[in-house]
Protein backbone atom coordinates (compact mmCIF):
# COMPACT_ATOMS: atom_id res chain seq x y z
CA UNK A 1 0.00 0.00 0.00
CA UNK A 2 2.85 2.14 1.01
CA UNK A 3 4.38 1.96 -2.50
CA UNK A 4 1.33 2.24 -4.31
CA UNK A 5 1.02 5.72 -2.34
CA UNK A 6 4.32 6.92 -3.08
CA UNK A 7 3.92 6.01 -6.67
CA UNK A 8 0.60 8.12 -7.11
CA UNK A 9 2.30 11.04 -5.14
CA UNK A 10 5.14 10.61 -7.70
CA UNK A 11 3.06 10.65 -10.76
CA UNK A 12 0.57 13.44 -9.23
CA UNK A 13 4.10 15.79 -8.41
CA UNK A 14 5.63 15.44 -12.11
CA UNK A 15 1.73 16.74 -13.34
CA UNK A 16 2.10 19.42 -10.92
CA UNK A 17 5.60 20.70 -12.20
CA UNK A 18 5.15 20.36 -15.44
CA UNK A 19 3.13 23.68 -16.10
CA UNK A 20 6.27 25.31 -14.47
CA UNK A 21 8.69 23.77 -17.32
CA UNK A 22 6.34 24.40 -19.77
CA UNK A 23 5.80 28.19 -19.04
CA UNK A 24 9.43 28.27 -18.57
CA UNK A 25 10.89 31.96 -19.23
CA UNK A 26 14.65 32.53 -20.53
CA UNK A 27 16.53 35.28 -19.17
CA UNK A 28 18.87 37.07 -21.33
CA UNK A 29 22.28 36.96 -19.91
CA UNK A 30 23.64 40.41 -21.08
CA UNK A 31 20.45 42.49 -20.52
CA UNK A 32 18.99 40.44 -17.41
CA UNK A 33 15.77 40.80 -19.15
CA UNK A 34 13.14 38.09 -19.12
CA UNK A 35 11.30 37.30 -22.20
CA UNK A 36 8.94 34.20 -22.77
CA UNK A 37 9.73 32.12 -25.89
CA UNK A 38 7.08 31.04 -27.70
CA UNK A 39 8.86 28.04 -29.10
CA UNK A 40 8.14 26.48 -25.66
CA UNK A 41 6.52 23.28 -26.30
CA UNK A 42 2.77 24.34 -24.15
CA UNK A 43 0.91 21.03 -25.65
CA UNK A 44 -0.27 19.45 -22.51
CA UNK A 45 0.98 15.71 -21.22
CA UNK A 46 -1.39 12.85 -22.24
CA UNK A 47 0.10 9.90 -21.04
CA UNK A 48 2.91 9.20 -18.54
CA UNK A 49 5.64 6.57 -18.65
CA UNK A 50 7.08 6.02 -15.23
CA UNK A 51 10.32 3.50 -15.11
CA UNK A 52 10.40 1.93 -12.04
CA UNK A 53 11.66 -0.98 -9.96
CA UNK A 54 10.48 -3.45 -7.19
CA UNK A 55 12.35 -4.53 -4.00
CA UNK A 56 14.04 -7.56 -5.97
CA UNK A 57 15.57 -4.51 -8.76
CA UNK A 58 13.77 -6.01 -11.05
CA UNK A 59 12.73 -2.40 -13.68
CA UNK A 60 9.76 -2.59 -15.12
CA UNK A 61 7.52 -0.01 -17.10
CA UNK A 62 4.34 1.41 -15.65
CA UNK A 63 2.25 1.17 -17.41
CA UNK A 64 3.03 -1.94 -19.75
CA UNK A 65 0.74 -0.49 -22.54
CA UNK A 66 0.01 3.23 -23.31
CA UNK A 67 -2.33 4.21 -25.67
CA UNK A 68 -1.79 7.88 -26.86
CA UNK A 69 -3.01 10.12 -29.76
CA UNK A 70 -1.29 10.94 -33.12
CA UNK A 71 0.83 14.28 -31.78
CA UNK A 72 0.56 13.47 -28.19
CA UNK A 73 2.78 14.12 -25.80
CA UNK A 74 3.92 11.75 -23.59
CA UNK A 75 6.45 11.92 -20.12
CA UNK A 76 8.94 8.81 -19.72
CA UNK A 77 9.94 9.17 -16.03
CA UNK A 78 13.07 7.16 -14.81
CA UNK A 79 12.50 6.14 -10.87
CA UNK A 80 14.74 2.87 -11.16
CA UNK A 81 18.52 3.30 -9.56
CA UNK A 82 20.03 2.69 -13.34
CA UNK A 83 19.89 4.21 -16.76
CA UNK A 84 17.48 3.08 -18.72
CA UNK A 85 15.55 4.46 -22.59
CA UNK A 86 12.59 4.12 -24.26
CA UNK A 87 13.46 2.86 -28.06
CA UNK A 88 11.24 1.27 -30.56
CA UNK A 89 11.69 -2.24 -31.41
CA UNK A 90 11.29 -5.60 -29.76
CA UNK A 91 15.31 -5.39 -28.99
CA UNK A 92 18.58 -4.52 -29.75
CA UNK A 93 18.34 -7.31 -32.82
CA UNK A 94 15.41 -5.84 -34.81
CA UNK A 95 15.75 -4.31 -37.75
CA UNK A 96 13.75 -1.20 -36.86
CA UNK A 97 15.13 -0.76 -33.33
CA UNK A 98 15.30 2.76 -32.44
CA UNK A 99 14.37 3.78 -35.60
CA UNK A 100 10.51 5.17 -34.62
CA UNK A 101 11.44 6.91 -31.82
CA UNK A 102 14.56 6.60 -29.26
CA UNK A 103 14.87 8.93 -25.88
CA UNK A 104 18.78 8.21 -25.55
CA UNK A 105 19.61 7.46 -22.08
CA UNK A 106 17.52 8.70 -18.94
CA UNK A 107 19.41 9.13 -15.68
CA UNK A 108 17.80 7.85 -12.40
CA UNK A 109 15.23 10.48 -11.34
CA UNK A 110 15.42 12.32 -14.97
CA UNK A 111 12.53 12.53 -17.51
CA UNK A 112 12.07 13.04 -21.06
CA UNK A 113 9.09 14.57 -22.86
CA UNK A 114 8.32 12.67 -26.34
CA UNK A 115 5.88 14.00 -29.02
CA UNK A 116 4.61 11.15 -30.97
CA UNK A 117 3.82 13.72 -34.39
CA UNK A 118 6.03 11.15 -36.44
CA UNK A 119 4.32 8.16 -35.92
CA UNK A 120 0.95 6.78 -37.81
CA UNK A 121 -1.43 4.91 -36.39
CA UNK A 122 -0.29 1.62 -34.79
CA UNK A 123 1.03 -0.55 -32.08
CA UNK A 124 5.10 0.42 -31.54
CA UNK A 125 6.94 -2.03 -29.85
CA UNK A 126 9.95 -0.22 -27.01
CA UNK A 127 12.33 -1.95 -24.74
CA UNK A 128 15.24 -0.26 -22.61
CA UNK A 129 18.72 -0.35 -24.45
CA UNK A 130 20.34 -0.80 -21.11
CA UNK A 131 18.69 -3.58 -20.62
CA UNK A 132 16.86 -5.20 -23.38
CA UNK A 133 14.40 -7.84 -21.15
CA UNK A 134 12.13 -4.95 -20.03
CA UNK A 135 9.71 -4.11 -23.33
CA UNK A 136 6.47 -2.13 -23.34
CA UNK A 137 3.72 -1.18 -25.96
CA UNK A 138 2.25 2.17 -27.13
CA UNK A 139 -0.72 2.02 -28.74
CA UNK A 140 -0.75 5.22 -31.57
CA UNK A 141 -4.43 6.28 -32.17
CA UNK A 142 -6.03 9.05 -34.63
CA UNK A 143 -5.91 12.42 -33.75
CA UNK A 144 -9.69 13.55 -33.61
Not at 33 to 62: C, G, L
Given at each position: ?????????????????????????????????????????????????????????????????????????????????????????SGPDDPMA????????????????????????????????????????LVVVPSE
Amino acid sequence: MKKSLFILMVILGVVLILPIFHSSYAQNVTTGVRTFHSDVDASPVEAVIMINEDQNKSVFYQPHTVTIRVGGEILIANNATSDHSITSGSGPDDPMAGKFFNTDIIKPRGFVEYVTENLTPGNYSFYSTTDPQIKGQLVVVPSE
